[in-house]
């Protein structure tokens, strides 16, 4: 059985940075490594390797998932990072938190479309009783949906950045978004 309360409380524990990545990718300047470094990187990491026998062995434990793809994250193997995040939506397809993970990762493979998407996902996903601890978050993924659909969808980008800051009202990025699209 997929413990959910358990998936949430590895989120919190080991993967918190996770959901302010995306916030800090507009404003990053790393390269992205190649898929061999990236291999290398995490086959020579032992934490990895020891999550990937724990999940081996369980397959559904969304603990080990989560701590797995936060590893990847962390080495920036965007790749398995990836694959590992879509293993957890797989098997807790209504966690909000593996789709917002699933953008930043987007994001850093320079994505967007994907990365446009998967907030999408995000923002359906996030439960009312989930909104408060999730502003920030939504802030940001409601900003990127916004600022993505500004050249296509006007009107949907304008509904998008007054969410954006309603969750966030200091953002001065999505500040000027909204003086841009309400011109």
Known sequence: MINTQKAVIAALFFGATTFGYAQETAQATDTVATP????????????????KKQ??????????IVKLATAYQDAKDWTNALATW????????????????????????????????????????????EVEANKQNLAYAHFFVAYKLQETDK?????????????????????????????
Do not use: C, G
Request: charged share 25%; proline share 4%.
């Open 36 to 51: 061999t470094e990236q291999a290398q990187t995490t086959r020579q990491n032992p934490a990895v390797e020891a999550l």
């Open 155 to 183: 009107e949907q980008a304008k509904q998008h950045i007054a969410k954006s800051l309603q969750y966030d009202a200091t953002n001065e990025e999505a500040k000027k978004l909204n003086t841009f699209l309400n011109q």
């Open 86 to 129: 879509n293993k957890m939506s797989a098997l807790l397809p209504d966690w909000a938190a593996s789709y917002y993970s699933q953008a930043y990762v987007f994001q850093n493979m320079k994505d967007e479309d994907n990365a446009k998407m998967s907030y999408e996902k995000y923002i359906a996903a996030v439960k009312p009783e």
């Open 55 to 64: 999940i081996e062995a369980n397959p559904n434990d969304t603990e080990a």
